[in-house]
């Protein structure tokens, strides 16, 4: 009984104190697994693994796959990003005990049938701001239309701004700062149930790197 009670008050100051887990970090572009150091995560963060993959023109170009720690309220994300000749699937899962392996994150499904939304489309590689008269019709469950910006500070400074659909799900998961090898971005995504009214929604650290891609490949 007294051994029972004695975990019990350490299980109680953990919880008071914020305990923090320890979770691989790692990332991988070639299938759905990887390995890499431990390291303790900041208090109230648990171990994810998230599984995005791009296409440009229907063909699969980057499948990233990558573990480490992330705020729980992230946890079994799935959602997409289309924008012109462009799609983004993402998918999130979580575990929370020491150096445990999140399953393998779903992909949401291709779903082509149109929703009756219809979202601005634009792509700008040097501006944190575009907007033309281009739009595309969204499909499935991409019901939102959204403006993302990404700024670069290092190595070098540099800004990328797109418009297209989103679901709801990317847009509920916040604005962030992401530094990794590196490099430090700033990615603010603003979401609208219409092609104007924007409102402050998400971001998922890997995006912002994947549509630098996708208009990399605009250009060849």
């Given amino acids: 009984?007294?051994?029972?009670?004695?975990?019990?008050?350490?299980?109680?100051a953990l919880t008071a104190t914020g305990y923090s887990l320890?979770?691989?970090?790692?990332v991988s572009s070639s299938g759905t697994?990887?390995?890499?150091?431990?390291?303790?995560?900041?208090?109230?963060?648990v171990c994810m693994s998230s599984y995005t993959v791009t296409?440009?023109?229907?063909?699969d170009i980057v499948d990233v796959f990558n573990r480490g720690c992330e705020l729980q309220s992230k946890c079994g994300m799935s959602g997409s990003v289309s924008i012109a000749d462009g799609k983004?699937?993402?998918?999130?899962t979580c575990c929370t005990s020491d150096?445990?392996?999140?399953?393998?994150?779903?992909?949401p499904a291709d779903n082509h049938q149109r929703n009756g939304v219809t979202c601005r489309t634009c792509t700008s590689a040097d501006s944190d701001w575009c907007y033309t008269s281009d739009t595309m019709?969204?499909?499935?469950?991409?019901?939102?239309?959204l403006l993302q910006t990404t700024k670069m500070s290092e190595p070098i400074s540099s800004n990328v701004a797109i418009r297209g659909c989103a679901t709801e799900s990317i847009c509920n998961v916040g604005s962030q700062n992401v530094s990794s090898s590196g490099v430090n971005l700033r990615v603010t995504y603003k979401c609208s149930n219409r092609s104007i009214g924007l409102h402050p929604g998400f971001f998922l650290t890997v995006v912002a790197l994947l549509l630098i891609k996708l208009l990399s490949l605009d250009n060849l």
Avoid: N, W
């Avoid at 990887?34 to 109230?44: H, L, M, V, Y």
């Avoid at 983004?88 to 999130?92: D, L, P, Q, V």
């Avoid at 019709?137 to 239309?145: A, I």
């Fill in 33 to 45: 697994f990887c390995t890499g150091p431990s390291i303790t995560c900041p208090a109230d963060h």
């Fill in 99 to 107: 150096d445990c392996t999140p399953p393998i994150p779903t992909l």
């Fill in 22 to 26: 320890s979770c691989t970090v790692c």
């Fill in 1 to 12: 009984m007294a051994s029972l009670l004695h975990g019990l008050c350490v299980l109680c």
């Fill in 137 to 145: 019709g969204c499909t499935g469950d991409e019901k939102m239309c």
């Fill in 55 to 59: 296409t440009a023109r229907g063909i």
């Fill in 88 to 92: 983004i699937k993402i998918g999130a």
